[in-house]
């Protein structure tokens, strides 16, 4: 199911690799810079990093700019959230003044499906317990800090969170 959401898998893996607070570099990595020094071995590779890790992210994402991949990303995951049953927990993430419903590892399962986790522990090279464990730490905040209108923000206005 994760084929045609390469923003939602992208964000994810972002957070569940670096989390929310180094969500500025995605637009780095997005806008081709990477954020990595090059290695001087091979010019025009970079030395890993988050670069690398993106770049097996969101090698489908084409020329998708950060502020795309944020909010396609995250309409995507409330979808999911939504379709699952867990559309209250999500919204909780979202609207604001009210507290985060916290997300266990069996919610990420059932809303992600196993898809979706397959190819986010391929990607960033994390367990899947791994993987499970830090999104259900980052998500609930992350969405709530990235939607401070109480709303998935527009393409515009995600580009600015970067």
Do not use: C
Not at 111 to 118: Q, R, S
């Amino acid at each position: 199911m994760a084929k045609g959401m390469p923003s939602m898998v992208a964000l994810l893996g972002l957070l569940a690799v670096a989390g929310y607070q180094n969500r500025h570099k995605l637009g780095d990595l997005l806008n081709g810079t990477g954020g990595q020094p090059a290695d001087p071995t091979y010019p025009g590779r970079s030395t890993g990093g988050l670069g690398d890790l993106l770049n097996g992210l969101g090698g489908a994402l084409g020329g998708a700019s950060a502020g795309s991949v944020l909010s396609g990303g995250l309409g995507d995951l409330v979808d999911r959230f939504r379709q699952s049953g867990r559309g209250p927990q999500a919204d909780s993430w979202i609207n604001a003044g009210e507290d985060n419903v916290p997300v266990g590892v069996s919610d990420l399962e059932e809303a992600l499906g196993e898809d979706t986790i397959a190819e986010l522990t391929q990607k960033t090279g994390l367990s899947r317990a791994e993987l499970l464990e830090r999104l259900s730490k980052t998500l609930p905040d992350a969405v709530n800090r990235m939607t401070p209108d109480g709303r998935i923000p527009t393409e515009a206005e995600a580009a600015r969170f970067m």
